[in-house]
């Protein structure tokens, strides 16, 4: 096996970076980690510049192949190294592995207001003072509303997937600066918290 080197954001802070580090964790893959500064541009700067086109982290590198945007590198390692022989970060069935990326894509391109007013700062370092926008507001109770759906059990599609922790980063932009969610929604996200590889993630963002 050639290989596999992970760029990510220099803080721990990108959400879409935790979902790559968390597949290669999950699958249990010998990897290299690297940070790449972004407040001091080096995502612009040789050698970073020059590994792909799209200049952003996540990045994953393997061999010949430069893999930006983290849905790609998590749909990529689970064709490159499949369940049962490594562990499955998307659902099995066809059916509910289209549902889970109807999630994740859902999660990359909604609920900006949100996204902008209760940035991963709040989750991984500390909360805001600041009260949510009526923009802001109208996104979380979207989310909430979203998100109470699709919440029914241990996990969002039957089993552990990238979806169950894209979805509960979300949450916990609010749950984790103190913003109003429902108990069983709390409670669902701290349960995802505790898993292994998120622990992993948030041990490097503390250090």
Not at 66 to 91: D, H, M, T
Request: net charge neutral.
């Amino acid at each position: 096996m050639q290989e596999l080197t992970l760029y990510v954001d220099s803080r721990f802070t990108s959400p879409w970076a935790l979902s790559a580090f968390q597949a290669l964790t999950e699958k249990k893959l010998p990897f290299t980690l690297h940070t790449v500064d972004l407040d001091k541009g080096e995502q612009k700067q040789v050698p970073f510049r020059d590994l792909g086109p799209l200049g952003r982290v996540p990045l994953l590198v393997q061999g010949g192949l430069a893999l930006a945007e983290s849905s790609a590198i998590v749909e990529y390692l689970e064709e490159a190294f499949p369940p049962p022989a490594y562990a499955a970060v998307l659902p099995a069935g066809v059916e509910q592995r289209a549902r889970a990326r109807q999630v994740m894509a859902w999660l990359r391109s909604d609920l900006m207001a949100l996204r902008a007013e209760r940035s991963t700062e709040v989750v991984f370092y500390a909360p805001v003072v600041t009260p949510l926008t009526a923009a802001g507001q109208a996104a979380a109770e979207r989310l909430i509303a979203i998100a109470e759906r699709l919440v029914t059990g241990e996990h969002l599609f039957g089993q552990w997937s990238i979806a169950d922790t894209e979805l509960a980063l979300m949450l916990n932009r609010l749950i984790l600066n103190g913003d109003p969610v429902p108990e069983r929604l709390t409670a669902w996200c701290a349960a995802q918290w505790q898993r292994t590889s998120v622990r992993q993630w948030i041990a490097k963002s503390s250090t």
